[in-house]
């Protein structure tokens, strides 16, 4: 928990101590559809895949951004979830990059983090109307389900959609 904090912190004295009039601010929503890498076969778990939809906002310099997102994912392994995150992209058109986030579900935050890689596209559709399509992999060392006493894996692949407006 002190490491997201930390991770956290670095990423909010980056946005506030940079030049914040330079480069491209964004903000967007989107949907993602997501898969459990492993079958679950866990009692009282029955769904191993779903949608989740969030809203985000990114800042881009050059060919690097900071994303932060929320993401609600209704009826995840039986629970209604939130997950802030926060990304750190390479690139353009196409970008990769690598995040972290802490799931909240049942009223209370996990113990460890989730951390993801991503890769993705941006296209133009319109000017400053940005469609991202983007694929990420989520892990964790397990996560403890409500009423549960067993640990399970949870690594998730993600296939996701957003559009995003420039500001």
Known sequence: MNRLLMVILALGLVLFTADLQAGEHRIGGGANYWVAVDDLDEEGVDDDDGFSYFVSYQH?????AVEVDMELMPDRFGENAYAPEAYILVGSTIYAGAGIGLVRSDGDFADDPFYAFRAGLNLELLPRVIVDIS??????????LEDDDTDIDTDTIFLGAAVRFAL
């Open 60 to 64: 881009w310099w050059d060919f690097v």
């Open 135 to 144: 694929a990420n992999y989520r892990f964790n060392d397990s996560v403890q």
